[in-house]
T-cell receptor
């Protein structure tokens, strides 16, 4: 099993550009989520999904969109990048019941 | 949503047992307690989860007193590779908006 795969690992954007961060899991997990982590801080939830076709907002959703057309994929779209979105982004998944989240290795995004 | 309080940092030495305590005074009846480990430039990794009393796996033990208002993660015989940030989270299976604090930065010295 590959677990949770995130691409790209690094990205530099100019202010105003848009892009999509990819996340895929091969564990048939129903729940998937996107977090951002700023230096020295814990993770903050951006958006989450409890199954294909179902998404909801987390703590810091502004400036981000998500969709969940399949169980495996949960892309995060930045609509118009801003320097405040410079952060490390983590995708995570977990089964409907049971143990904790499995995280991807992260995408380090810099907006200049 | 139950919040947690952990020490900001801790130091210990190789071969010692390390105990990290987390306070969660507002824990709800259905809430579980979960601990994660995070190395620099990596995503958090699930360590252990429990509801009450004691849970043990191959890497750690989790002690939860009867009132469940706190919990203690115990790492036996730590090594340098256990240097990481450790997060304590509280929530039930239907709580998808867990609150992540800043965690406890554990530094293991030779």
């Amino acid at each position: 099993n590959a677990g949770v795969t995130q691409t790209p690992k690094f990205q530099v954007l100019k202010t105003g550009q848009s892009m999509t961060l990819q996340c895929a899991q091969d564990m048939n997990h129903e729940y998937m989520s996107w977090y951002r982590q700023d230096p020295g801080m814990g993770l903050r939830l951006i958006h989450y999904s409890v199954g294909a076709g179902i998404t909801d907002q987390g703590e810091v959703p502004n400036g981000y969109n998500v969709s969940r057309s399949t169980t495996e994929d949960f892309p995060l779209r930045l609509l118009s990048a801003a320097p405040s979105q410079t952060s490390v982004y983590f995708c995570a998944s977990r089964p409907d019941r049971g143990d904790g989240y499995t995280f991807g290795s992260g995408t380090r995004l810099t907006v200049v | 949503l139950a919040k947690t309080t952990q020490p900001i940092s801790m130091d210990s030495y190789e071969g010692q047992e390390v105990n990290i305590t987390c306070s969660h005074n507002n824990i709800a009846t259905n809430d579980y307690i979960t601990w994660y480990q995070q190395f620099p430039s990596q995503g958090p990794r699930f360590i252990i989860q429990g509801y009450k009393t004691k849970v043990t796996n191959e890497v750690a033990s989790l002690f939860i007193p009867a009132d469940r208002k706190s919990s203690t993660l115990s790492l036996p015989r730590v090594s340098l590779s256990d240097t990481a940030v450790y997060y304590c989270l509280v929530g039930d299976e239907n709580n998808y908006q867990l609150i992540w604090g800043a965690g406890t930065k554990l530094i293991i010295k030779p």
